[in-house]
Structures are given as structure tokens and as C-alpha cells.
């Protein structure tokens, strides 16, 4: 091992429900162990002050109190660098020779673990290393040394999908959402320990929160961490090894008392997998960005790149109930304010939202709604993707009324369908006129007989006009079914937007590939393409240029914004990103629709045909009683009935002499540029007798 | 086999009397803060603030309970498992106490299937309360079962609606 080490007080204590049992993180534990007898201190700097060697996180330097505890700012000494001692891996790995990297393809679980849903856990290979510096990872070290001591894996969550763990300005939100993101570094998503032996230790760890599978699922890192040094039971009872802690990267410098920070001061029993662990992570101080000296050192890559950690993606659990929420504002986490953990929902199209739990309303008679969204969670409130058929019924308090969706004409209850994990939105208004719907009132969801979520309404004064845009339409143009990579083609994407004055100035789109940013767009003001029927309201439209690297789900979160700056609520669409599909034929049309028998009847076939790689060969089909047979071929060129060429609809015309009465089938087979072939849905052809 | 040397350290110290593995293990903190009830036609829940071993909760098997009453009525949720539903004598001075909670714990009788936890988030609990609790005063309490011991939290009413 080489000068590194670890942290400082970053404290995975054991409180084992059965007590604490030693693991640990600690730092600067004031001890005297024989750290000689550990070779995974090999070559560690060592604190003169102690004999025992600095814990320095991997790849940085020494960083050190002031000589008031506190480190503000931390002191830095570049003489002293980390190097790697331990190496978590997702999945059991078997370890030999050689240190394996980071897993190709992350893990999935569900989040919630096995203990009180039916999730999953997630696998995974700690690994104590020589850190040999000409080695990517260094040499395990099989022997002894370390059995029987405790490490602790931590998992970490990357909740606004920038592919980093912590605060950055790389992401582009660039430093206005360092804030918010203190919540990934600073608080864990799950953790568990695991006991090593020779070198070696495995076990599985629970991760309480998730993301739609639809969403691509949320990524989690895994990081590890231990105190290295003999049992004493004078010494925290003799359950956490008297000696300094070794970690692998972390996103955050943990702080150095374990005084403070294991439970009863160890008192407990062996520390096990099984039993309660208390885990106590305190920052030393918030991870810097673009620090002079530092840099951006506690940021942590979810693609596999840092060497010492892992990652695996966990989607969320089964359906439990619907909740209300709202859209992240990073302007909600003030830069410098005191971190506390706050609920934050990555949802469809990783948007990510909080809870809403009151809502103002104003009592102004018509108009004046305040528009509301409503999500599928699942038993830890994590937004996940509905069963099909699911459903809640909305029961609107006095003075309120659900002004959309109202398909029954009974404002004060509706029963809706929620469909996806981007859930639905709702339309809330006073009823009456001004100032008559009194002070409150609440919007209940009723799930399964029971109550599932209540809205608190606050009935304000106000204007009878929305304070915010809603996007009432949105749509990727020509319905495609996938964006395929071999034949990237840019999409067109068009909005509807309802604001009352018309002072929508600006719809973006952000997209993502399974969560990952890949692009903004800004729409254009304009009208309706041909052919397509739009509800009223601003219409916006724009070609979204993108270049998927890899194959997932690629998202448009849509949202509008008016002259005053109030921002709609985000509409997602979604479209996943395919190596190669076949065309897609969505309909035919016949026309007309019924011929009649015996002698030969004209009949013109068009139908649209889906197809990124460029469709080359369009043929009708027709099945009469012994399977489909080619009833004419279809262009696209403005030519022998084809109206306009080039718009995506294949026509051809065609006689057909069919003998007798009854219904016949037609469909639509298209080809592509790449060979791939696909087919309609059939129509029917009606042939009456004349 | 090589016994962890934390775990012989805890058999020693066993057998000699002067700590027993457990016996010293610090408890869970339960704490609830707040309560509040929601009715909607014949539907009650129940919305509590709470402090509780979440993280341990999710990833061990950490018997958490959570007990809902009215007068001796309850419903008591397990966090993971079925909730149960019944009458004890128990509950009549208002609390569930160290010793009484043995006895409660063989009480009652499996609930109809809504009546469960709908969230389990770290800072609070949600739950479908039977439809034999009606509006009035109303009592939350957790608690958990543990080899040292049992822990209790507060008990905290409200009013259901």
C-alpha cells in the first residue's frame, strides 16, 4: 500500500440492534496498533503524532483539520497522496491475481431490499489492495491480515442523472444545482457490512430508493470502508479494530470522531450483516467544486471510471399508492445553507420532483386553476411505473372541484387512469365565484377502498388567470416508435401550450438517454404541421438534434415558460433508442371500404409507414381465404395516386375481382434501407353482392 | 474455522460474565412527532412523523410495529408482514408499556387486506386504517421487538376526522 488512507470521520458505526460491532470508519482514532502487522499499510505516510498511518481517501491528498477540529477550510498537504486500499466491485467476483475492473454491465435490483418488499439487493466483492501504483488497482492481499474485521459498504444515489455523485459544474445544470446536489454525497442510500476474509469480502446491500424502470432506473455507486487495526477490548469494547480507517473514493470527506459517532460506545456484540448497524456519516465539510487547490476531488463518476468503486442501477418497486408532486427547483436548495436530507423523486424521463403537499388555489370562481401532478410511488414513495389498469379516484373536498380531467361531469370525484410513471395532471379550481369557497379544502386519492394521498388546498385571493403555463399537447412528430441508431434521424417535436394572456415565450426540451443528459432544445413559435389536429393554445415545434451513444430510453421533458418566468410543470415523452427496428405501418386505409363481387373494382390503398432507416419497398397485401398475396406495391414519390411525395404516406392504386361476398383482409409489408421488414395491423375489406 | 476475532472477543466476554454479546446494544431511538388523521367517505388513514432505524429497517430484519388505537381497539402494523387488527386490555391506560407488549403481540387477528403501511419513508409512515375506527381520539406508538429488549417510543394522539 502506498501513503493513502483514509478519511476522516466518516462514521459507519455499528449499533447492532444487536449492537456495534466494529466497523467503522473513523480516523483519527487515537491508538496505538500495530499497523506493521498490516500489510495494507504498506508504505502509508505515517502521523507522528500517532504512529499510526494518515487516512487519506484515494487519489488525494492529505487533508486535515485546523487546529480548531473543524476543517474550515480543511488543511492540505499535497506531499501526502492516497493511494488505493480497498476496491469494491458490483457482483461476486472471484478475485485472483489480479484486481477485476468495475463490472461492464451494472446490476439491476428493486429498490426497498428483501426485508419489507419484494425488491432485490445487490451484490458485491470488497477487495483489500497493495495499491501498487503501476497496476490500475493494485494487487489483492490474500492473506489473513484482515479476517474477521468488519467493512462497511455504502451506497450513494446520482438523483438528478448527471452521471456524477456530488456536486459538479461539469453537469448542465453547471453550479446551480451544487446545492441540491449536497443530497447525493451527503446522505447514503443504503448500506451493509460484510466481514472479510483473506482479503476478501461479499455480501449484498439494500438500496431504499429507485427509479422507474421506464426512467432507466436510478444508478447508485458503492463505496467501502474499514478500520484497520487488532481488536482491544479496551478499545470500544473490543468490537471495532483499534486502528485507522481505509476506504475507497468517497463522495464526501467523513468526519473523525468515533466517539461521536458509535453507538454506546461499542458496547454491543459482533458486528454481522445480519443484525442492526448504525451508520453515522458526517461530513467534515461540504465537497468542494472547482476549488484552487482541490479541485472537484469528491465527485464521483457513475460510469465505471473511478477505479476503487462500482455502481448498479435499481429500478423501483411495486405500485402502493399515488402521491402529489412537484418539480425540483435547484433555486430550493440555498448554496450555503444547513444540509438536511430532503425527499427528492427521480420520475419519467428522469424529472426530477419533491413532495407537494399544499397547494394554493385561488378563489376566484372559473378559472384560475392550478394545475397538479399526480404519481405512481411504490412502499418507500419512489415514483415506479403503474400495472396496467391501475387506477385512483379523485374526491374533491368542499369548495374545490377537479376542472380536469372531467370525464363525467361530476367535478367533485373522478376516477383516473394512470397509465405510466409520469403519471397524470390535474386541474384544480374553486367552485362558486369570488371569494365564496372559504379557506381550505383537500383533494383526497383513493386507492383500493383506502386513502392513498391528501392534497392540503389553501383558497388564496387572486386573479382569474393561471400563474403558470401548461402544455396541453405534446408530441414527437410522425408517432415513431424508436430512435434508431443506425440511421439517426432528428425529430420533430411540437407543442401545445395553454396560457391565458399568450405570453409563452419559451418551451425547451431537454433530452436524456436513460436519464443521462444529452441535449437542449428550444422550440419555435409556429403552426400546427400538416395533418395534425391540435387543441387550442401556442403552438410550439422544433427538430431535436441527438446522438444516443448506446441503445435506452431517450426522454423529451417538455416545459414552458411565459414573459413573467412561471414555468410549466415538465410533459415527458419517451422513445427508446434501437441499434436497428423494422418499419412500423401504424394503419392502412381502404378506399373505399367495401367493393362490390364479380367484376374487378378499383380500390386505392395508402398507409403510413414509420421508418428512421428510410422505407424502400411498400407492398398491399391481400388475404383472400389462403393467406396474404401481394395486391399492389405503394409510392411515395407523388406518383399513380400518391399525393405528395416524400410526406411519409405510401399510396398505390389497385383493382381487385373478388368472387364473393364477405370480408376480406388487407395489410401494409414494408422494407427498409437495412433489410429489416414490417407489417401492418390488417384492415377489412367488405365485398357485397351486387 | 477462524472465529472473527470480534466474535470470540464477544464469547469470551460472555463467559466470563462481564459483558454479554447484546446485552449492552444500544436500542433503536423511536420517536413519533406528529400524527394526523385523513377521512374521505367511509376511508380514515393516518399520516405520522416518525423517527425510526430506516436504513436498518430496509436492509435487516428489524421488527418495527406500528400500533394505531382507539381506546382498547388497534390495528398494529408490522414493517414487513400483514397488519393485525383487534381488542386489548392492554391499551386501556392509553399506552403500550415494556411489559404489556408480549401479551398484545399474541392479540388480534389478521386485518382486511387494505389496512396496511401505504409509505414507509425514513421520516414518516403512512397507513389505511380499518373501518372500525371511527372519528375521535386516537393513539400512535412504535415499537420493535429486540433480542435486548423491547423499545418503545412515545405514544402520540390525535384526532381523527
Same mark, same amino acid.
Given at each position: 500500500?502506498?501513503?493513502?488512507?483514509?478519511?476522516?470521520?466518516?462514521?459507519?458505526?455499528?449499533?447492532?440492534?444487536?449492537?456495534?460491532?466494529?466497523?467503522?470508519?473513523?480516523?483519527?482514532?487515537?491508538?496505538?496498533?500495530?499497523?506493521?502487522?498490516?500489510?495494507?499499510?504498506?508504505?502509508?505516510?505515517?502521523?507522528?503524532?500517532?504512529?499510526?498511518?494518515?487516512?487519506?481517501?484515494?487519489?488525494?491528498?492529505?487533508?486535515?483539520?485546523?487546529?480548531?477540529?473543524?476543517?474550515?477550510?480543511?488543511?492540505?498537504?499535497?506531499?501526502?497522496?492516497?493511494?488505493?486500499?480497498?476496491?469494491?466491485?458490483?457482483?461476486?467476483?472471484?478475485?485472483?491475481?489480479?484486481?477485476?475492473?468495475?463490472?461492464?454491465?451494472?446490476?439491476?435490483?428493486?429498490?426497498?431490499?428483501?426485508?419489507?418488499?419484494?425488491?432485490?439487493?445487490?451484490?458485491?466483492?470488497?477487495?483489500?489492495?497493495?495499491?501498487?501504483?503501476?497496476?490500475?488497482?493494485?494487487?489483492?492481499?490474500?492473506?489473513?491480515?484482515?479476517?474477521?474485521?468488519?467493512?462497511?459498504?455504502?451506497?450513494?444515489?446520482?438523483?438528478?442523472?448527471?452521471?456524477?455523485?456530488?456536486?459538479?459544474?461539469?453537469?448542465?445544470?453547471?453550479?446551480?444545482?451544487?446545492?441540491?446536489?449536497?443530497?447525493?454525497?451527503?446522505?447514503?442510500?443504503?448500506?451493509?457490512?460484510?466481514?472479510?476474509?483473506?482479503?476478501?469480502?461479499?455480501?449484498?446491500?439494500?438500496?431504499?430508493?429507485?427509479?422507474?424502470?421506464?426512467?432507466?432506473?436510478?444508478?447508485?455507486?458503492?463505496?467501502?470502508?474499514?478500520?484497520?487495526?487488532?481488536?482491544?477490548?479496551?478499545?470500544?469494547?473490543?468490537?471495532?479494530?483499534?486502528?485507522?480507517?481505509?476506504?475507497?473514493?468517497?463522495?464526501?470527506?467523513?468526519?473523525?470522531?468515533?466517539?461521536?459517532?458509535?453507538?454506546?460506545?461499542?458496547?454491543?456484540?459482533?458486528?454481522?450483516?445480519?443484525?442492526?448497524?448504525?451508520?453515522?456519516?458526517?461530513?467534515?465539510?461540504?465537497?468542494?467544486?472547482?476549488?484552487?487547490?482541490?479541485?472537484?476531488?469528491?465527485?464521483?463518476?457513475?460510469?465505471?471510471?473511478?477505479?476503487?468503486?462500482?455502481?448498479?442501477?435499481?429500478?423501483?418497486?411495486?405500485?402502493?399508492?399515488?402521491?402529489?408532486?412537484?418539480?425540483?427547483?435547484?433555486?430550493?436548495?440555498?448554496?450555503?445553507?444547513?444540509?438536511?436530507?430532503?425527499?427528492?423523486?427521480?420520475?419519467?424521463?428522469?424529472?426530477?420532483?419533491?413532495?407537494?403537499?399544499?397547494?394554493?388555489?385561488?378563489?376566484?370562481?372559473?378559472?384560475?386553476?392550478?394545475?397538479?401532478?399526480?404519481?405512481?410511488?411504490?412502499?418507500?414513495?419512489?415514483?415506479?411505473?403503474?400495472?396496467?389498469?391501475?387506477?385512483?379516484?379523485?374526491?374533491?373536498?368542499?369548495?374545490?372541484?377537479?376542472?380536469?380531467?372531467?370525464?363525467?361531469?361530476?367535478?367533485?370525484?373522478?376516477?383516473?387512469?394512470?397509465?405510466?410513471?409520469?403519471?397524470?395532471?390535474?386541474?384544480?379550481?374553486?367552485?362558486?365565484?369570488?371569494?365564496?369557497?372559504?379557506?381550505?379544502?383537500?383533494?383526497?386519492?383513493?386507492?383500493?377502498?383506502?386513502?392513498?394521498?391528501?392534497?392540503?388546498?389553501?383558497?388564496?385571493?387572486?386573479?382569474?388567470?393561471?400563474?403558470?403555463?401548461?402544455?396541453?399537447?405534446?408530441?414527437?412528430?410522425?408517432?415513431?416508435?424508436?430512435?434508431?441508431?443506425?440511421?439517426?434521424?432528428?425529430?420533430?417535436?411540437?407543442?401545445?401550450?395553454?396560457?391565458?394572456?399568450?405570453?409563452?415565450?419559451?418551451?425547451?426540451?431537454?433530452?436524456?438517454?436513460?436519464?443521462?443528459?444529452?441535449?437542449?432544445?428550444?422550440?419555435?413559435?409556429?403552426?400546427?404541421?400538416?395533418?395534425?389536429?391540435?387543441?387550442?393554445?401556442?403552438?410550439?415545434?422544433?427538430?431535436?438534434?441527438?446522438?444516443?451513444?448506446?441503445?435506452?430510453?431517450?426522454?423529451?421533458?417538455?416545459?414552458?415558460?411565459?414573459?413573467?418566468?412561471?414555468?410549466?410543470?415538465?410533459?415527458?415523452?419517451?422513445?427508446?433508442?434501437?441499434?436497428?427496428?423494422?418499419?412500423?405501418?401504424?394503419?392502412?386505409?381502404?378506399?373505399?371500404?367495401?367493393?362490390?363481387?364479380?367484376?374487378?373494382?378499383?380500390?386505392?390503398?395508402?398507409?403510413?409507414?414509420?421508418?428512421?432507416?428510410?422505407?424502400?419497398?411498400?407492398?398491399?397485401?391481400?388475404?383472400?381465404?389462403?393467406?396474404?398475396?401481394?395486391?399492389?406495391?405503394?409510392?411515395?414519390?407523388?406518383?399513380?395516386?400518391?399525393?405528395?411525395?416524400?410526406?411519409?404516406?405510401?399510396?398505390?392504386?389497385?383493382?381487385?375481382?373478388?368472387?364473393?361476398?364477405?370480408?376480406?383482409?388487407?395489410?401494409?409489408?414494408?422494407?427498409?434501407?437495412?433489410?429489416?421488414?414490417?407489417?401492418?395491423?390488417?384492415?377489412?375489406?367488405?365485398?357485397?353482392?351486387? | 474455522?477462524?472465529?472473527?476475532?470480534?466474535?470470540?472477543?464477544?464469547?469470551?466476554?460472555?463467559?466470563? &460474565? $462481564?459483558?454479554? /454479546?447484546?446485552?449492552? *446494544?444500544?436500542? %433503536? #431511538?423511536?420517536?413519533?412527532? +406528529?400524527?394526523?388523521?385523513?377521512?374521505?367517505?367511509?376511508?380514515?388513514?393516518?399520516?405520522?412523523?416518525?423517527?425510526?432505524?430506516?436504513?436498518?429497517?430496509?436492509?435487516?430484519?428489524?421488527?418495527?410495529?406500528?400500533?394505531?388505537?382507539? &381506546? $382498547?381497539?388497534? /390495528?398494529?402494523?408490522? *414493517?414487513?408482514? %400483514? #397488519?393485525?387488527?383487534?381488542? +386489548?386490555?392492554?391499551?386501556?391506560?392509553?399506552?403500550?408499556?415494556?411489559?404489556?407488549?408480549?401479551?398484545?403481540?399474541?392479540?388480534?387477528?389478521?386485518?382486511?387486506?387494505?389496512?396496511?403501511?401505504?409509505?414507509?419513508?425514513?421520516?414518516?409512515?403512512?397507513?389505511?386504517?380499518?373501518?372500525?375506527?371511527?372519528?375521535? #381520539?386516537?393513539?400512535?406508538?412504535?415499537?420493535?421487538?429486540?433480542?435486548?429488549?423491547?423499545?418503545?417510543?412515545?405514544?402520540?394522539?390525535?384526532?381523527?376526522?
Amino acid at each position: 500500500m502506498r501513503g493513502r488512507r483514509i478519511i476522516g470521520r466518516w462514521r459507519w458505526t455499528a449499533t447492532l440492534a444487536a449492537t456495534l460491532g466494529g466497523a467503522l470508519l473513523g480516523l483519527g482514532l487515537a491508538a496505538s496498533a500495530a499497523t506493521p502487522s498490516f500489510p495494507i499499510f504498506a508504505g502509508d505516510p505515517i502521523d507522528p503524532t500517532t504512529g499510526q498511518p494518515y487516512a487519506i481517501l484515494p487519489g488525494l491528498p492529505l487533508l486535515l483539520p485546523q487546529p480548531d477540529g473543524q476543517f474550515a477550510p480543511p488543511i492540505v498537504d499535497p506531499s501526502k497522496q492516497g493511494d488505493i486500499d480497498l476496491v469494491i466491485r458490483a457482483g461476486q467476483v472471484m478475485v485472483g491475481p489480479t484486481i477485476p475492473p468495475p463490472i461492464a454491465t451494472p446490476p439491476t435490483a428493486v429498490a426497498g431490499g428483501v426485508q419489507l418488499v419484494a425488491g432485490s439487493e445487490i451484490p458485491f466483492t470488497v477487495i483489500a489492495s497493495d495499491g501498487d501504483p503501476t497496476t490500475p488497482y493494485g494487487h489483492p492481499l490474500p492473506g489473513p491480515e484482515l479476517d474477521g474485521i468488519p467493512v462497511i459498504v455504502g451506497a450513494f444515489a446520482d438523483l438528478d442523472g448527471d452521471g456524477v455523485i456530488g456536486p459538479t459544474n461539469t453537469d448542465p445544470a453547471g453550479d446551480a444545482d451544487n446545492a441540491r446536489e449536497l443530497q447525493e454525497s451527503n446522505f447514503l442510500v443504503g448500506r451493509q457490512v460484510a466481514i472479510f476474509e483473506n482479503g476478501v469480502a461479499t455480501g449484498t446491500i439494500a438500496v431504499a430508493e429507485g427509479a422507474p424502470l421506464s426512467a432507466g432506473g436510478l444508478r447508485v455507486i458503492l463505496t467501502a470502508a474499514a478500520f484497520v487495526g487488532p481488536f482491544d477490548p479496551a478499545y470500544f469494547s473490543g468490537f471495532v479494530p483499534n486502528g485507522p480507517a481505509v476506504t475507497t473514493a468517497l463522495p464526501v470527506l467523513p468526519g473523525l470522531d468515533p466517539n461521536r459517532i458509535i453507538e454506546g460506545r461499542a458496547r454491543g456484540g459482533t458486528i454481522l450483516p445480519t443484525v442492526r448497524l448504525g451508520v453515522d456519516l458526517e461530513p467534515a465539510f461540504d465537497p468542494p467544486v472547482d476549488d484552487p487547490v482541490l479541485g472537484t476531488p469528491f465527485a464521483l463518476p457513475t460510469d465505471g471510471s473511478s477505479p476503487t468503486i462500482d455502481r448498479a442501477t435499481v429500478y423501483s418497486g411495486a405500485l402502493s399508492r399515488f402521491r402529489f408532486v412537484r418539480p425540483s427547483d435547484a433555486a430550493g436548495f440555498p448554496v450555503g445553507a444547513p444540509v438536511s436530507p430532503a425527499p427528492l423523486y427521480r420520475g419519467a424521463g428522469g424529472v426530477l420532483f419533491e413532495p407537494l403537499t399544499t397547494v394554493d388555489v385561488p378563489d376566484d370562481g372559473p378559472g384560475g386553476r392550478r394545475i397538479v401532478r399526480l404519481v405512481p410511488v411504490d412502499l418507500l414513495d419512489n415514483v415506479t411505473d403503474p400495472p396496467p389498469g391501475a387506477t385512483a379516484t379523485l374526491v374533491a373536498g368542499p369548495g374545490l372541484v377537479i376542472a380536469s380531467p372531467n370525464v363525467d361531469g361530476d367535478p367533485s370525484r373522478e376516477t383516473v387512469a394512470i397509465t405510466t410513471a409520469a403519471g397524470i395532471e390535474l386541474a384544480l379550481d374553486d367552485t362558486g365565484g369570488a371569494g365564496d369557497s372559504g379557506v381550505s379544502s383537500t383533494l383526497s386519492v383513493i386507492m383500493n377502498q383506502g386513502i392513498a394521498e391528501t392534497l392540503a388546498v389553501n383558497f388564496v385571493p387572486g386573479v382569474s388567470s393561471p400563474t403558470q403555463p401548461t402544455v396541453r399537447l405534446a408530441e414527437i412528430v410522425g408517432d415513431p416508435t424508436s430512435f434508431v441508431l443506425r440511421c439517426p434521424t432528428p425529430k420533430k417535436v411540437v407543442a401545445v401550450v395553454e396560457e391565458p394572456q399568450g405570453s409563452v415565450t419559451r418551451v425547451t426540451v431537454d433530452v436524456a438517454l436513460d436519464g443521462k443528459p444529452l441535449s437542449t432544445v428550444d422550440l419555435q413559435p409556429g403552426v400546427a404541421p400538416p395533418g395534425m389536429a391540435l387543441p387550442p393554445g401556442q403552438v410550439f415545434s422544433g427538430v431535436v438534434p441527438m446522438a444516443p451513444p448506446a441503445q435506452g430510453l431517450l426522454t423529451f421533458s417538455l416545459v414552458a415558460e411565459d414573459a413573467a418566468g412561471n414555468r410549466s410543470d415538465p410533459v415527458v415523452r419517451d422513445l427508446p433508442a434501437v441499434t436497428s427496428a423494422p418499419p412500423v405501418v401504424p394503419r392502412v386505409s381502404l378506399t373505399p371500404s367495401s367493393v362490390g363481387a364479380g367484376a374487378a373494382q378499383p380500390l386505392v390503398i395508402a398507409a403510413p409507414v414509420v421508418d428512421d432507416c428510410g422505407a424502400t419497398w411498400v407492398m398491399a397485401e391481400l388475404d383472400r381465404g389462403r393467406g396474404f398475396r401481394r395486391l399492389a406495391r405503394l409510392r411515395d414519390d407523388g406518383t399513380r395516386g400518391d399525393a405528395v411525395a416524400g410526406d411519409g404516406i405510401f399510396t398505390g392504386p389497385a383493382r381487385v375481382r373478388l368472387r364473393t361476398p364477405g370480408t376480406y383482409r388487407v395489410r401494409v409489408v414494408a422494407q427498409n434501407a437495412v433489410g429489416r421488414s414490417g407489417a401492418s395491423d390488417p384492415v377489412e375489406l367488405q365485398v357485397v353482392a351486387r | 474455522m477462524r472465529l472473527p476475532r470480534a466474535s470470540l472477543l464477544g464469547i469470551v466476554l460472555f463467559l466470563a &460474565g $462481564t459483558f454479554s /454479546v447484546h446485552a449492552a *446494544a444500544t436500542k %433503536p #431511538a423511536l420517536a413519533i412527532t +406528529s400524527g394526523v388523521g385523513e377521512s374521505t367517505g367511509d376511508a380514515r388513514a393516518a399520516v405520522f412523523e416518525v423517527s425510526f432505524d430506516f436504513l436498518n429497517a430496509v436492509q435487516v430484519a428489524y421488527p418495527l410495529q406500528l400500533i394505531v388505537f382507539q &381506546g $382498547t381497539h388497534f /390495528v398494529r402494523y408490522p *414493517a414487513s408482514g %400483514p #397488519a393485525v387488527v383487534g381488542d +386489548s386490555a392492554e391499551l386501556a391506560d392509553g399506552v403500550l408499556s415494556d411489559a404489556e407488549v408480549a401479551t398484545f403481540m399474541s392479540e388480534g387477528s389478521p386485518a382486511p387486506a387494505g389496512v396496511r403501511i401505504v409509505t414507509m419513508a425514513p421520516d414518516h409512515l403512512r397507513v389505511a386504517l380499518p373501518s372500525s375506527f371511527t372519528a375521535g #381520539a386516537t393513539v400512535g406508538e412504535l415499537f420493535a421487538t429486540l433480542a435486548e429488549g423491547n423499545a418503545l417510543s412515545n405514544t402520540l394522539s390525535f384526532s381523527l376526522p
